[in-house]
């Protein structure tokens, strides 16, 4: 997996980094748009993120 800060994800999904980090810590969720360009973005598909 690529080495990506929080700072750059949340970049890349033009978000705060504190927002990146309550969605990746469970406290709010990713948007179906959010999910794709992160799946995009890993080569994964959905079931690899949410399943593995």
Known sequence: M???KQRNMA???EMTRE???RKE???SQ???NEVKVIK???GMSV???FFD
Request: hydrophobic share 45%; proline share 0%.
């Open 2 to 4: 690529r080495d990506i």
């Open 11 to 13: 970049e890349i999904l």
């Open 19 to 21: 927002s990146y980090a």
């Open 25 to 27: 810590n469970g406290h």
């Open 30 to 32: 990713f948007t179906l």
């Open 40 to 42: 995009d973005l890993f």
């Open 47 to 49: 079931e690899e993120i």
